[in-house]
């Protein structure tokens, strides 16, 4: 397959997921595919589904949620919202809902669909941030641990690979109660997304 052949059945397939409407009847406001791929993404943020705010405007973690996920970074907008650096594939494109103590759960059916077609046409993904239980479950199927302890754990793991905890305002017990997340843990993704969001043409350029 030529490169020129590859770009056209990415796009198709880009196309395709953001168009799709399986979901429809399980959905309160309907369906509406946010996140953000390019097959020249190194970087891969995993999460878990676009919340209420997001659905209503259509960019992945234009929130509370996102501006705290990019100071953990260490990144500004204009370097996460470069797809050619950074791709964001929630385990659910569309917002599920609310539960009895925030959003659903998102919709299996999702990430059986379109999650490895849309993990196949991004081969350069050098680092992947894996965000909550859900994420963790499909990146991390051999672990049996809670999210705390597979966060606790994250020396174990490959290094192109940091799982985390939401960064949602909701979690800020749980941060008060796990100081080392942000002296141990943030450091090191700091340093990996610097060195993983510098794209092949900058470092040809330099």
């Known amino acids: 397959m030529t490169r020129p052949d590859a770009r056209t059945r990415a796009r198709k397939l880009i196309a395709e997921a953001q168009a799709c409407t399986l979901c429809t009847a399980s959905l309160p406001l309907g369906p509406r595919p946010v996140f953000q791929v390019d097959p020249k993404a190194r970087i891969l943020i995993a999460g878990q589904a676009p919340g209420s705010a997001v659905h209503e405007h259509g960019v992945p973690f234009d929130d509370p949620s996102g501006n705290r996920l990019r100071d953990w970074m260490g990144i500004d907008r204009k370097t996460f ?9 929630p385990m659910g494109f569309c917002y599920p809902g609310k539960g009895k103590s925030g959003d659903l759960p998102p919709l299996a059916i999702c990430a059986e669909t379109w999650r490895a077609k849309l993990l196949a046409i991004m081969p350069d993904i050098r680092l992947t941030l894996v965000i909550g239980q859900y ?37 800020n017990i ?11 843990l943030l450091p090191t993704l700091q340093r990996r997304v610097k060195r993983f969001s510098v794209s092949p043409s900058d470092t040809d350029a330099l």
Request: charge should be positive.
């Open 135 to 171: 994420a963790q479950r499909w990146h991390l199927p051999e672990s049996k641990l809670n999210l705390t302890e597979t966060v606790r754990r994250w020396r174990d793991l490959p290094e192109d690979i940091l799982p985390l905890p939401h960064p949602s305002p909701r979690n």
């Open 81 to 89: 919202y470069d797809p050619t650096r950074i791709a964001i594939l």
């Open 174 to 184: 749980w941060l008060k109660k796990n100081p080392w997340f942000e002296t141990e």
